[in-house]
């Protein structure tokens, strides 16, 4: 890792805040110092932008490492914190969500509604047996009873366990015997390019094997019939009959509020476990600090699934506990027509927009013309989430989305993190394209060599966490061996053993670092740029080379909308680097022309980084395989380059995708 190419570090533009943004900024720089003065004071200080029913004893208890405490003996509910206090603040006729349907429907639902729809939700749920602990998984398209049902579940201390609408049978039924779950709540179908798309027989199908399911709830969205069992409950005959009365009860902070399976681009999924009250303070302040809402005029959109983490963080528990006004979307960015998303950031005059690279690259390809087709002087503040933001990528965002004027948050967390860690602050970073910059107040994040010892700055290596935070997630569901195994024994005190860091946290429990399985450098100012997963990380003749880097230099082509990269395995070189490219809209790619192009692309990427670095090979491709969530799989396209059979595709958004990869393969250069 230490030798990887230092291509990313010649990036030097820099682009400081708007000045009145940062005049008005909701955080100043003086939070840095603040948190490293006292980082436990700084997190006391946040947990109390929240509503406690009981006042915590101690703020943190890391005694029994790497299992941490936060906000010990202190109690609160998290529904009361994104929807009661609200409304008890007289808050209640203002917009929560402004829903938007594919086929164009709409719903206007104020923080009122999203209260009285949770107290009948949680009352329906409690009338069918569910009592705090147990678990409900959720199986929804992106309509607003998703956000019901997450906020009803914490509302009476159930455990949801979200499952993305697109995961197949299989998928779910796996996920709901491991949290073994009581109920499970699903819709008929939800609208995705321009048809209905049936979620119902997925769900009878994994409820045929799951003795657990004693009641399935079914929300009634596109009106297609569906089968029916005596397990089966209409959302509307038992929600919206219920009463609208309840009283949430308080629960301690640190009593499970969700299992979220991680989107598993590898191995076989992990339940992470989040708690209630360290996870809500660092949701709720990263939501006010990083995208600076102002609750009383920001419109905010993150174009997540709520079947990510970024939708539970950023759509749900964030943006609800500040009382934001929010949109939420069902569908895809291009039904009817690829402006959709434009189209929805003008009619609703949304000003704070959170998406993913892909998304952004996915624009790229369709070419500016087409937001130029749209008044987005709305915007003020432009989010990045889920991949390593090119920099062509991130400047093409600001150029065309944000009027070259907008900053640019690149935000790095994870599944495992809860909440956003390194990321600009938009009144304060100075942002580099590329770079999420530095940890946020009260994060302690760094950059490590193989030994675990921390890079100077201009060196590579691995990301690790050398402190806990309070949304950190508190062990993987039903397996805490895996958890230690897994993200806490690479480096620091659990390197030896489990037993070795219980003796080593006999005086005073330091020195347990958390992998976060990304590669990262530091530049010469000591900013912090992401190099994508560890295993992904090429050897080419003995060099490591990050994808990350090679993919941003395909992208800083004129003619490249998108790459990806894999390592091949390679007679002469070890690994070769194999890459798949798709070419911006109006590339012309036939014949000659796409040999040429190829030709022009090598060598683009040997001047860029060195000739260790130009690619074996490269395919022109017109999609690339991606998870629902938008991350590049390139376990498959690695199955591909070394004409292998396909593995695993269960989490594969698009699974024609990889044929029309694979033909193209057998036929190209
Ligand atoms: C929130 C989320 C986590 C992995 C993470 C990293 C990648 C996310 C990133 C980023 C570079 C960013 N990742 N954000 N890499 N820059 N801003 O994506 O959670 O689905 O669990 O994925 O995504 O590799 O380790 P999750």
Known sequence: ???????????????????????????????????????????????????????????????????????????????????????????????????????GDTRTITYAELHR?????????????VTAGDRVAIYLPMVPEAAVAMLACARIGAT?????????????TNRIQDATAKVVITADGGFRRGKPSALKPTVDEAVAKCPSVEHVLVVRRTGEDVAWSEKD????????????????????????????????????????????????????????????????????????????VTGHSYIVYGPLSNGATQVMYEGTPDTPHKGRF????????????????????????WGEDIPAGYDLSSLRLLGSVGEPINPEAWIWYRQHVGRGELPVVDTWWQTETGAIMISPLPGVTAAKPGSAMTPLPGIVADVVDDQGQSVPNGGGGYLVLREPWPSMLRTIWGDDDR??????????AGAGGVESGREAGAEGSRGWVYFAGDGAKKDDDGHIWLLGRVDDVMLVSGHNISTTEVESALVSHPSVAEAAVV????????????????????????????????????????KTLGPIAKPRQIMLVPELPKTRSGK??????????????????????????????????????
């Open 1 to 103: 890792m230490s030798e990887a190419l230092a291509n990313l570090l010649n990036e030097t533009r820099q682009f400081p805040p708007p000045a009145e943004l940062a005049a008005d900024a909701n955080v100043k720089a003086d939070a840095y110092a603040e948190a490293e003065a006292d980082r436990l004071a700084f997190w006391e200080r946040q947990a109390g932008r929240l509503t406690w029913a009981k006042q915590w004893d101690q703020v943190l208890d890391w005694s029994n490492p790497p299992f941490a405490k936060w906000f010990v003996g202190g109690q609160l509910n998290v529904a009361y914190n994104c929807l009661d206090r609200h409304v008890e603040a007289g808050l209640g006729d203002k917009v929560a969500i402004h829903w938007e349907g594919e086929p």
């Open 117 to 129: 729809l949770t107290c009948q939700a949680a009352n329906a749920l409690t009338d069918l047996g």
């Open 160 to 172: 949801h366990s979200v499952v993305f609408g697109g995961f197949s049978a299989d998928a779910l």
């Open 233 to 308: 409950h209409w959302w509307h005959e038992t929600v919206e009959t219920a009463s609208p009365e309840h009283t949430a009860q308080p629960f301690d902070a640190e009593h499970p509020l969700f299992i979220l399976y991680t989107s598993g681009t590898t191995a076989r999924p992990k339940g992470i476990l989040h708690t209630t009250g360290g996870y809500l303070t660092q949701t709720s302040y990263t939501t006010h600090a990083v995208f600076d809402l102002k609750p009383e005029t920001d419109v905010y959109w993150c174009t997540a699934d709520i079947g990510w």
């Open 342 to 365: 434009w189209e929805i950031v003008d009619k609703y005059k949304v000003t704070i927009l959170y998406t993913a690279p892909t998304l952004i690259r996915t624009m790229m390809k």
């Open 483 to 492: 958890f230690i195994e897994t993200y806490w024994s690479r480096f620091g």
């Open 567 to 606: 390592g091949a395995t390679d007679p002469t070189t070890g690994q070769a680097i194999v890459a798949f490219a798709i070419p911006r809209g109006s590339t012309d790619t036939a014949g000659d022309a796409g040999e040429q192009l190829i030709a022009d692309l090598r060598n683009h990427v040997a």
């Open 632 to 669: 590049i799989m390139r376990r498959l396209l690695r199955d591909v380059a070394e004409h292998r059979s396909l593995g695993d595709v269960t989490t594969l958004q698009d699974s024609s995708v990889m044929e029309l990869i694979a033909s193209g393969m057998s036929g190209g250069k």
